[in-house]
Protein backbone atom coordinates (compact mmCIF):
# COMPACT_ATOMS: atom_id res chain seq x y z
CA UNK A 1 0.00 0.00 0.00
CA UNK A 2 1.01 3.67 -0.38
CA UNK A 3 -0.14 6.66 1.92
CA UNK A 4 -0.30 10.10 0.44
CA UNK A 5 -0.64 13.18 3.07
CA UNK A 6 -2.15 16.38 1.70
CA UNK A 7 -4.46 14.19 -0.35
CA UNK A 8 -7.27 16.44 -0.82
CA UNK A 9 -6.22 18.84 -3.37
CA UNK A 10 -3.65 19.98 -5.50
CA UNK A 11 -0.31 17.42 -5.99
CA UNK A 12 -1.65 15.17 -3.36
CA UNK A 13 -4.89 13.90 -4.54
CA UNK A 14 -3.83 14.01 -8.49
CA UNK A 15 -1.38 11.33 -6.99
CA UNK A 16 -3.21 9.41 -4.90
CA UNK A 17 -5.64 9.05 -8.09
CA UNK A 18 -3.30 8.37 -10.31
CA UNK A 19 -2.05 5.17 -7.75
CA UNK A 20 -5.55 4.29 -7.42
CA UNK A 21 -5.94 3.91 -11.23
CA UNK A 22 -3.08 1.65 -11.36
CA UNK A 23 -4.50 -0.68 -9.02
CA UNK A 24 -2.75 0.39 -5.81
CA UNK A 25 -4.24 0.51 -2.57
CA UNK A 26 -3.57 4.05 -0.90
CA UNK A 27 -4.12 5.30 2.35
CA UNK A 28 -5.42 9.14 2.09
CA UNK A 29 -5.12 11.27 4.71
CA UNK A 30 -5.82 14.87 5.06
CA UNK A 31 -7.77 17.37 7.52
CA UNK A 32 -10.96 18.52 5.58
CA UNK A 33 -13.94 16.17 6.19
CA UNK A 34 -15.42 13.78 3.49
CA UNK A 35 -12.77 14.69 1.22
CA UNK A 36 -12.71 11.55 -0.06
CA UNK A 37 -16.18 10.89 -1.16
CA UNK A 38 -15.67 10.46 -4.99
CA UNK A 39 -13.01 8.70 -4.17
CA UNK A 40 -14.15 5.93 -1.96
CA UNK A 41 -17.31 5.80 -4.85
CA UNK A 42 -15.04 4.86 -7.57
CA UNK A 43 -12.22 2.86 -6.22
CA UNK A 44 -14.33 1.08 -3.05
CA UNK A 45 -12.31 -0.49 -0.46
CA UNK A 46 -8.62 0.34 -2.57
CA UNK A 47 -9.25 3.95 -0.45
CA UNK A 48 -8.45 4.13 2.97
CA UNK A 49 -9.74 7.62 4.14
CA UNK A 50 -7.66 9.19 7.22
CA UNK A 51 -9.18 12.58 8.25
CA UNK A 52 -6.44 14.03 10.43
CA UNK A 53 -3.99 16.52 10.95
CA UNK A 54 -0.45 14.95 10.03
CA UNK A 55 1.09 18.00 12.38
CA UNK A 56 -0.23 16.54 15.36
CA UNK A 57 0.87 13.08 17.09
CA UNK A 58 -3.32 11.69 17.14
CA UNK A 59 -3.64 12.39 13.26
CA UNK A 60 -0.16 10.37 12.81
CA UNK A 61 -1.91 7.66 15.09
CA UNK A 62 -4.73 7.42 13.04
CA UNK A 63 -2.75 6.78 9.88
CA UNK A 64 -0.96 4.17 11.43
CA UNK A 65 -4.41 2.40 12.56
CA UNK A 66 -5.31 2.98 9.19
CA UNK A 67 -2.16 1.09 8.02
CA UNK A 68 -3.17 -1.61 10.44
CA UNK A 69 1.06 -2.98 10.36
CA UNK A 70 0.83 -4.36 6.62
CA UNK A 71 4.26 -2.84 4.38
CA UNK A 72 4.25 0.17 3.36
CA UNK A 73 5.66 0.32 -0.47
CA UNK A 74 5.70 4.19 -0.59
CA UNK A 75 4.82 7.49 1.21
CA UNK A 76 4.23 10.70 -0.84
CA UNK A 77 4.95 13.53 1.67
CA UNK A 78 2.66 16.21 -0.33
CA UNK A 79 0.65 17.76 2.85
CA UNK A 80 1.19 21.56 2.97
CA UNK A 81 -0.20 24.66 4.36
CA UNK A 82 -1.44 28.43 3.31
CA UNK A 83 2.30 29.65 3.93
CA UNK A 84 1.45 33.37 3.83
CA UNK A 85 3.08 35.44 1.11
CA UNK A 86 4.46 37.79 3.10
CA UNK A 87 8.41 39.82 3.08
CA UNK A 88 10.99 38.84 5.81
CA UNK A 89 9.95 42.00 8.21
CA UNK A 90 6.22 40.82 8.19
CA UNK A 91 6.69 37.17 9.22
CA UNK A 92 4.84 35.74 11.65
CA UNK A 93 6.64 33.30 13.77
CA UNK A 94 3.94 31.98 15.35
CA UNK A 95 2.85 30.67 12.10
CA UNK A 96 5.96 29.89 10.71
CA UNK A 97 6.31 27.21 13.41
CA UNK A 98 3.01 25.95 12.72
CA UNK A 99 4.24 25.66 8.89
CA UNK A 100 7.35 23.86 9.70
CA UNK A 101 4.98 21.50 11.97
CA UNK A 102 3.32 20.29 8.98
CA UNK A 103 6.40 20.50 6.06
CA UNK A 104 9.29 19.87 8.05
CA UNK A 105 7.99 17.95 11.35
CA UNK A 106 5.57 15.93 9.89
CA UNK A 107 7.29 13.41 7.35
CA UNK A 108 9.77 13.23 9.78
CA UNK A 109 7.70 11.78 12.45
CA UNK A 110 6.49 9.51 9.83
CA UNK A 111 9.31 7.91 8.13
CA UNK A 112 10.25 7.00 11.78
CA UNK A 113 6.71 5.68 13.18
CA UNK A 114 6.94 3.68 9.83
CA UNK A 115 10.48 2.51 9.65
CA UNK A 116 10.09 -1.37 10.42
CA UNK A 117 7.28 -1.27 7.54
CA UNK A 118 9.40 1.02 4.76
CA UNK A 119 11.91 -1.45 4.04
CA UNK A 120 12.84 -1.13 0.08
CA UNK A 121 9.81 1.50 -0.08
CA UNK A 122 9.85 4.68 -2.01
CA UNK A 123 9.43 8.52 -0.20
CA UNK A 124 8.47 11.04 -2.11
CA UNK A 125 9.48 14.85 -1.20
CA UNK A 126 7.61 17.54 -3.23
CA UNK A 127 10.56 20.19 -3.52
CA UNK A 128 10.78 23.41 -4.58
CA UNK A 129 13.76 26.35 -5.99
CA UNK A 130 12.50 28.54 -3.64
CA UNK A 131 14.39 26.64 -1.17
CA UNK A 132 17.70 27.84 -2.67
CA UNK A 133 16.69 30.80 -4.52
CA UNK A 134 15.04 33.31 -2.69
CA UNK A 135 11.71 35.38 -4.25
CA UNK A 136 11.43 38.72 -3.11
CA UNK A 137 8.02 39.15 -0.91
CA UNK A 138 8.42 35.25 -0.45
CA UNK A 139 10.66 35.12 2.50
CA UNK A 140 8.98 32.63 4.92
CA UNK A 141 7.76 30.28 2.27
CA UNK A 142 11.65 29.94 0.90
CA UNK A 143 12.51 29.58 4.64
CA UNK A 144 10.01 26.62 5.27
CA UNK A 145 11.19 25.38 1.88
CA UNK A 146 14.81 25.44 2.57
CA UNK A 147 14.35 23.33 5.95
CA UNK A 148 11.83 20.90 4.28
CA UNK A 149 14.89 20.41 1.27
CA UNK A 150 17.34 19.73 4.02
CA UNK A 151 14.94 17.09 6.28
CA UNK A 152 14.51 15.47 2.70
CA UNK A 153 18.22 15.46 2.15
CA UNK A 154 19.19 14.51 5.86
CA UNK A 155 16.45 11.33 4.85
CA UNK A 156 18.46 10.55 1.78
CA UNK A 157 21.24 9.86 3.63
CA UNK A 158 20.45 8.39 6.88
CA UNK A 159 17.25 6.52 6.10
CA UNK A 160 18.64 3.74 3.85
CA UNK A 161 15.74 1.37 4.35
CA UNK A 162 13.90 3.00 1.91
CA UNK A 163 14.55 5.34 -1.26
CA UNK A 164 13.83 9.15 -0.81
CA UNK A 165 12.99 10.63 -4.16
CA UNK A 166 12.81 14.57 -4.03
CA UNK A 167 10.60 15.91 -6.86
CA UNK A 168 10.91 19.54 -7.97
CA UNK A 169 7.36 20.18 -10.07
CA UNK A 170 7.97 23.27 -11.13
CA UNK A 171 5.22 25.79 -11.33
CA UNK A 172 2.18 23.98 -10.67
CA UNK A 173 -1.96 25.37 -10.90
CA UNK A 174 -2.48 24.61 -6.88
CA UNK A 175 -4.24 26.96 -4.60
CA UNK A 176 -1.35 28.68 -3.46
CA UNK A 177 -0.21 29.39 -7.07
CA UNK A 178 -3.77 30.41 -7.76
CA UNK A 179 -3.63 32.86 -4.69
CA UNK A 180 -0.81 34.53 -6.06
CA UNK A 181 -2.45 35.25 -9.44
CA UNK A 182 -5.54 36.38 -8.07
CA UNK A 183 -3.64 38.92 -6.06
CA UNK A 184 -4.47 42.14 -6.06
CA UNK A 185 -1.16 43.65 -5.79
CA UNK A 186 1.31 43.58 -7.72
CA UNK A 187 4.51 41.66 -6.93
CA UNK A 188 7.80 40.41 -8.70
CA UNK A 189 6.26 37.24 -7.58
CA UNK A 190 3.15 36.98 -9.14
CA UNK A 191 4.28 39.17 -11.93
CA UNK A 192 6.84 36.25 -12.66
CA UNK A 193 3.90 33.52 -12.23
CA UNK A 194 1.80 35.68 -14.69
CA UNK A 195 4.43 35.28 -16.84
CA UNK A 196 4.72 31.61 -16.61
CA UNK A 197 0.79 31.17 -17.02
CA UNK A 198 0.81 33.23 -19.86
CA UNK A 199 3.23 31.20 -21.60
CA UNK A 200 1.24 28.06 -20.90
CA UNK A 201 3.59 26.86 -18.52
CA UNK A 202 2.08 26.34 -15.53
CA UNK A 203 1.80 22.00 -15.00
CA UNK A 204 -1.78 21.16 -14.24
CA UNK A 205 -1.84 18.64 -10.71
CA UNK A 206 -2.99 15.96 -12.58
CA UNK A 207 -0.09 15.89 -14.69
CA UNK A 208 2.05 16.22 -11.68
CA UNK A 209 0.72 13.31 -10.22
CA UNK A 210 1.25 10.85 -13.28
CA UNK A 211 4.76 11.88 -12.98
CA UNK A 212 5.18 10.99 -9.28
CA UNK A 213 3.36 7.98 -10.07
CA UNK A 214 5.71 6.83 -12.76
CA UNK A 215 8.79 7.35 -10.14
CA UNK A 216 7.20 5.96 -7.55
CA UNK A 217 6.21 2.81 -9.69
CA UNK A 218 8.01 2.73 -12.93
CA UNK A 219 11.92 3.84 -12.19
CA UNK A 220 14.42 1.25 -11.35
CA UNK A 221 16.90 1.28 -9.08
CA UNK A 222 19.81 2.76 -11.90
CA UNK A 223 17.42 6.12 -12.62
CA UNK A 224 16.81 6.22 -8.94
CA UNK A 225 20.64 6.32 -8.60
CA UNK A 226 21.79 8.36 -11.12
CA UNK A 227 20.04 11.04 -9.50
CA UNK A 228 19.91 13.43 -6.45
CA UNK A 229 16.32 14.85 -7.44
CA UNK A 230 13.85 14.50 -10.28
CA UNK A 231 13.28 17.74 -12.28
CA UNK A 232 9.43 17.41 -13.94
CA UNK A 233 10.80 20.66 -15.74
CA UNK A 234 14.15 18.72 -17.20
CA UNK A 235 13.61 16.31 -20.43
CA UNK A 236 16.11 14.23 -19.27
CA UNK A 237 14.27 13.44 -16.44
CA UNK A 238 10.83 11.50 -18.06
CA UNK A 239 12.68 8.52 -19.21
CA UNK A 240 9.39 6.86 -19.40
Not at 15 to 24: C, F
Not at 66 to 82: D, F, L, Q, Y
Not at 118 to 128: K, M, N, P, T
Request: proline residues 3%; glycine residues 6%.
Amino acid sequence: MYIVTGASSGIGLATAQELLSRGETVVVAARRPNAFDALQQQYGTSVIAVYADVASTDGREKIAIAVNGRRIKGIVHSAGSPIALASYTQLNTEHMVLDMAVHVAAPIALNNHFKDQLQQARIVYIDSYSATELREGWSGYSIIKAAAQMAAKSAAAEFTQATVIRVFPGGVRTPLVNAVLDASVASPTRDIFKAIDEAGELAEPDTIGRYISDIMLLANEEQLNARQFWDFGNSADHPF
